[in-house]
């Protein structure tokens, strides 16, 4: 099966799980392609030089539908799947030219819009990242499906743990989330023996955080970290890693703890707590900190978690099926 991939570059989750899903789809049998809409800048692409060779990904200019066709000319996809709102327009076009399902994304919240509406009405199928953003699709229900983003549990797994305990940071920051980025640095410089990580796009306002800048290597990072703070994919990273979690982004949602997936769907958004408070953070990390019990407790059920619900291979294995039962269909 061939399958197209459309995504727009930039330093965020959503273009880390489009190389990984890609990646894993090449494994499991599929000629799954890449192309990244938009030209992304020279830190970019030096960044994720080494992925986008393995995984032979190629760049656009933003919506350039003859730049697509000129590298199509040889290979015909048999699905079109985009990630990205704005490769929505370029995905459609495509999928009308290869009589193609358009398999359409949605990593948040506000694209049941009347923008969008016509790309989500000739979607085959729109794979929603959470319940949250499901809910958000009630006109589409139908063929909404809920797939989260799954991470490669060989390649984010724990390492030793050594003291003192360390912190990370992860998350691109943007004006929503710049409150709680703050508020948790603050809260993190009134500990005292823990070392502090930051893997963002914005430098901290901190005294004690080494700051890596936005950075490939989270992996080895979070592998050596006890406790990982954002949203999201770093969340879903920092749990195979066997980190505890705090739920922080525009709202904190605190310590991801067993009794509060219990009682209802997991929710790492960051949009379902309160307004971020230092004081309430700090009070999140000493009880993390200072109970190094309850603290080994919530790593090993993050492992679990990202093992039962997050695992990468599993996960890309349901998209597939997807794809299969679309194609089946419309061969009928």
Not at 175 to 182: P, T
């Amino acid at each position: 099966m061939n399958v197209l991939h459309l995504n727009r570059f930039f330093y965020s989750g959503q273009t880390t799980h489009a190389f990984s899903l890609v990646k894993e789809q090449q494994k499991q049998g599929l000629d799954a392609r890449l192309i990244m809409d938009g030209n992304p800048s020279y830190q970019a692409l030096e960044l994720y030089k080494e992925t986008i060779n393995k995984l032979g990904i190629t760049t656009i200019r933003p919506g350039d539908l003859q730049a697509v066709l000129q590298q199509l000319q040889h290979w015909q996809p048999h699905v079109i799947h985009a990630h990205s709102p704005l490769t929505f327009p370029l995905a459609a076009s495509l999928a009308t030219k290869y009589s193609a399902p358009l398999i359409i994304t949605c990593h948040g919240l506000g694209l049941n819009n009347q923008e969008m509406r016509p790309y989500l009405q000739q979607a085959s199928a729109i794979i929603c990242i959470s319940r949250r953003v499901a809910n958000s699709m009630y006109d589409f229900a139908g063929k909404v499906h809920i797939v989260p983003n799954g991470v490669d549990l060989q390649e984010f797994k724990p390492a030793l743990k050594t003291d003192p305990v360390k912190i990370a940071y992860v998350g691109r920051i943007d004006q929503s989330k710049l409150k709680g980025y703050n508020h948790f640095c603050k809260a993190v410089d009134l500990l005292e023996q823990v070392e502090f990580f930051v893997a963002a796009n914005k430098p901290p306002n901190s005294k004690t955080a080494q700051y890596l800048g936005w950075t490939s290597e989270v992996a080895s990072l979070l592998a050596k970290t006890d406790i990982v703070a954002g949203t999201g994919r770093a969340i879903i990273e920092g749990l195979a890693c066997g980190n505890a979690a705090i739920i922080l982004g525009r709202t904190c949602q605190g310590i991801l703890t067993p009794e509060k997936i219990r009682t209802k769907n997991i929710d790492i958004s960051g949009l379902a707590g309160t307004d971020p408070c230092y004081k309430n953070i700090f009070y999140d990390l000493a009880k993390l900190t200072q109970n190094k019990i309850y603290l080994q407790q919530l790593q090993k059920f993050g492992r679990e978690l990202a093992e039962n619900e997050f695992d990468n291979a599993k996960l890309t294995r349901n998209i597939i099926e997807l794809y299969e039962q679309i194609l089946a269909a419309q061969r009928k």
